[in-house]
């Protein structure tokens, strides 16, 4: 496994001043994104685990559905769930957004630096009560409009962007061809069953990406994928 300060240059944001959206995940050999409990935090060992935390730290701002947060257990993130000497220059650490339709926010991760990603069309008194201890970013009517949220992100100096999931969110960002980079931690196992893909969206697409790397670690391959819009 290369050593922290490999791994930081392996996943090293662009030198740029605009937004830069990478998605991470988990999988396994056969493509599912849960294991036999219907989680994704342990398919990948600590290969992964260390790649996680390594990305965490990397990031100005971690993205992940109200719903991934609740299943998979989310916290506030804390100074020692990632890599200080990661940080260079930028808070202690990243901030955390969570997208809910409906504002349904587990109470765990209600402190003053959550950002809470809704759309117009959210429950007006949970909008009123959230925004006394979070910051609530309304983006779109009925929907949470992702180029606006990229907007919002950006005018706070969040540019280096982690989504964590889940698949439908992901979903929706590959939808609106918003994703500049996949992290993908192939799994060595067959799971079967019902597991859900990586991507759950409401159209087909067909995205050219090229390859950034891959490390193998004990079976588990770490692989990197950024996304081809010369062939745009």
Not at 112 to 122: F, R, Y
Not at 190 to 196: S, T
Request: glycine share 10%; with cysteine; aromatic share 4%.
């Amino acid at each position: 496994m290369p050593d922290l300060d490999e791994l930081a240059d392996l996943y090293a944001y662009p030198d740029s001043h605009k937004p830069w959206l990478r998605t991470n995940f988990v999988a396994s050999v056969d493509g599912g994104v849960q294991d036999p409990q219907g989680l994704s935090g342990h398919l990948g060992g600590e290969p992964d685990a260390t790649v996680f935390k390594v990305l965490r730290s990397l990031s100005d701002v971690v993205l992940v559905g109200a719903g991934t947060a609740r299943a998979e257990g989310y916290h506030p993130i804390s100074a020692d769930s990632i890599h200080e000497s990661l940080r260079e220059g930028r808070p202690r650490v990243p901030r955390l957004a969570v997208v809910s339709r409906n504002l349904d926010i587990p109470e765990s991760l209600l402190t003053p630096g959550l950002i809470i990603l809704t759309p117009a069309s959210s429950p007006a008194e949970a909008r009123q009560r959230l925004s006394q201890t979070a910051e609530v970013v309304v983006a779109g009517e009925n929907a949470v409009d992702w180029p606006a949220v990229l907007d919002a992100f950006a005018a706070r100096g969040l540019n280096r962007i982690l989504c964590e999931g889940g698949p439908a969110l992901h979903g929706s960002l590959v939808d609106l061809d918003l994703v500049d980079e996949a992290c993908v931690t192939i799994s060595p196992h067959l799971v079967g069953g019902p597991a859900k893909r990586i991507t759950e969206g409401a159209r087909a697409v067909e995205l050219p990406m090229r390859l950034g790397h891959v490390v193998e670690e004990d079976g588990v391959l770490l692989t990197r994928w950024v996304r081809d819009r010369r062939a745009a």
